[in-house]
């Protein structure tokens, strides 16, 4: 079986599960952040008074972190009187992160659990090798409710990363291009597994970065195996026993897409969809109004590492404003301890709180109609970050900090 | 599930979830949000979407944000039924979850022009253009999910079961 067939029967109590079979699934873990506020408007609605298994919820506020609007406050608010009626104990209020990133460094996702959460980015988990997936708010509260949630067996393709990928392209580059190459929907409905030596070879963080933007190809589920850097990662942050995650030799009928990243540029996703995917060589001279380095796919310190190490002794173009989220509280002490925020701050960076930031469009650096962004964020939709006359372009780390000093977007291999 | 028959909206590839509804109504009410539907992919559409109106769709329609808000939007403004060439998944989980009809038909592009009159049979998984007779297959709802749009959605499934506390 594969590694989704795997753990759905496992979730299910069965023996076996074949694609495209409906199975009612027990959760590990739940996953909520502000949405959590309407989570519990709906549980109230209908009269729900306790919750299953409250010991398997995590709440982090993230998206209005601080409140921008009275409306945002109130929202949290509820959060706050929600988590304190069902008695959720792991609920970090605002002083934990990013949801996502909250869930992965503080040991509550582990290898071979399913996991559902209020957020599409919930897939970021399968770095771990958990099968994790976003939900609405009202199926969490069915879930919640009843601790269990129907899923449809997903076909498993398969992603074959070869090569050594040279830096400083990144595994961003590499999710990119497979969007552009592939389409949004190359997943669609489907679990996708990453293999390869380039799969071994990256950190557990780079790993993050593709499996948060799997949904972006349209998948339901993302998997890494479980090898000696998941080991690494996951020791320091639980103790609680799992089922490492191995894969399959591929059935005669999956879909295997060889992927060489030996030869693979820097690459951009250009307005206004995901997979619409140009080499950075390719563009023409595109000046930037701003320049976003964090998210819950590359705020990780690795990739603060690599924005420092990229702008170290520069400043960022006077007509840029260069804003940098870390992704957790952990990460972001850990940058300040490391001297990598007042790189940051001497180039002329604003340095935001932990949290989703702009990158949903409600606050902290929206843009006028006209402006365009370079972000190491997940989506460029149309007026995704503020005005619809707008322009957002994806890229990594080390190209969003490279363009934020020459003021418009740049290979950084020319840094 | 009974038979739907609305006026049609005709939408492309890859609407997003931005595109129904922008981020900055995220935090907003229904009441609220509902004014600014396709605000900047169809800007007529609120003005003159009726009750009763389905929409017609390309590929990945609902992609984006799990924001449930944009399934129940649409609902709030009145679109009894979305047919698309194929749905983002966590779309289609929230429409059937709120108790709004989707349903995958591929080919369906090119099959309908707006204002034509689509009827969808759930029981025979079958869309009809009543405009011009055209017809096509759907691909069939799964039980659980005719059960959950019979109920008028998760929530009221929930509802008779006790809200999940006997």
């Known amino acids: 079986m594969t590694t989704a067939e795997k753990i759905l029967a496992r979730a299910s109590g069965r023996d076996i599960v074949r694609p495209g079979e409906y199975v009612t699934a027990e959760i590990d873990k739940f996953m909520s952040h502000d949405a959590f506020a309407a989570v519990h408007m709906s549980l109230a609605s209908v009269g729900v008074q306790k919750i299953c298994n409250p010991e398997r919820v995590v709440v982090a506020l993230d998206h209005y972190v601080p409140p921008p609007t009275q409306r945002a406050a109130s929202i949290h608010q509820l959060v706050r009187d929600g988590v304190r009626k069902y008695g959720i104990t792991n609920f970090y209020a605002e002083r934990g992160g990013i949801a996502h990133q909250v869930m992965m460094e503080k040991g509550h996702v582990l290898p071979g659990q399913l996991v559902v959460g209020t957020d599409s980015h919930t897939c970021t988990y399968g770095a771990l090798g958990a099968a994790s997936c976003g939900i609405g708010f009202s199926e969490m509260a069915y879930a919640l409710a009843t601790g269990k949630l129907w899923f449809r067996v997903p076909q498993t393709i398969r992603f074959e990363l070869n090569g050594e990928l040279p830096f400083p392209v990144s595994s961003k580059d590499i999710i990119l291009k497979i969007a552009g190459d592939y389409s949004a929907e190359a997943a669609q409905y489907k679990a996708v597994e990453f293999s390869g030596r380039a799969s071994r070879d990256m950190s557990v963080e780079s790993r993050m970065t593709i499996s948060n933007m799997a949904v972006e190809i349209g998948a339901k589920f993302c998997f890494f195996e479980t090898d000696d850097k998941t080991q690494a990662y996951l020791s320091n942050r639980t103790h609680e026993p799992y089922q490492e995650i191995h894969f399959e030799e591929p059935s005669e009928n999956m879909e295997v897409y060889h992927i060489d990243v030996s030869e693979m540029e820097p690459v951009v996703a250009i307005p206004h969809c995901v997979d619409n995917v140009k080499q950075i060589s390719q563009l023409e001279r595109l000046e ?49 301890d490391e001297g990598l925020l007042s790189i940051f701050l001497e180039a002329g960076g604003i340095i935001l709180n932990p949290s989703c930031g702009p990158c949903f469009g409600a606050h902290m650096g929206l843009l006028a109609p006209g402006e365009r962004c370079i972000s190491s964020t997940n989506r460029n939709f149309k007026g995704r970050m503020g005005s619809d006359q707008a322009e957002v372009f994806l890229a990594s780390p080390a190209t969003v900090i490279t363009s934020a000093v020459h003021g418009y977007i740049t290979d950084p291999r020319e840094s | 599930m009974d038979v739907i028959e609305g006026r049609v909206w005709v939408f492309g590839d890859n609407v997003d979830t931005d595109a129904i509804v922008a981020g900055e109504y ?54 009894k039924c979305i047919i698309a060439e194929s749905f983002a998944r966590i779309f289609f989980r929230n429409a059937i979850a709120i108790g709004l009809p989707v349903i995958s038909a591929l080919g369906v592009p090119g099959r309908f022009q707006e204002g034509d009159t689509a009827s969808i049979d759930f029981s025979r998984s079958m869309i009809v253009n009543v405009t011009d007779g055209d017809s096509l297959h759907a691909e069939p709802l799964a039980d659980e999910m005719i059960e959950i749009l019979d109920s008028g959605g998760i929530l009221e499934v929930l509802r008779r079961h006790g809200g999940g506390n006997q």
């Open chain 2, 26 to 79: 995220l935090d907003a009410p229904i009441e609220e949000t509902i004014k600014h539907v396709f605000a900047s992919l169809k800007p007529d559409f609120v003005n003159e979407v009726r009750q009763g109106d389905v929409i017609v769709a390309g590929k990945n329609f609902g992609c984006g944000s799990s924001r449930e808000n944009a399934p129940a939007s649409l609902k709030a403004v009145g679109i």
């Open chain 1, 288 to 336: 930037i109004h701003q320049a976003i380095l964090g998210s819950c796919t590359n705020g990780r310190l690795e990739d603060l590492r690599i924005g420092a190490e990229f702008i170290k002794g520069k400043t960022v173009h006077p007509n840029v404003r260069l804003l940098v989220i870390p992704a957790s509280w952990e990460i972001y002490r850990q940058a300040m």
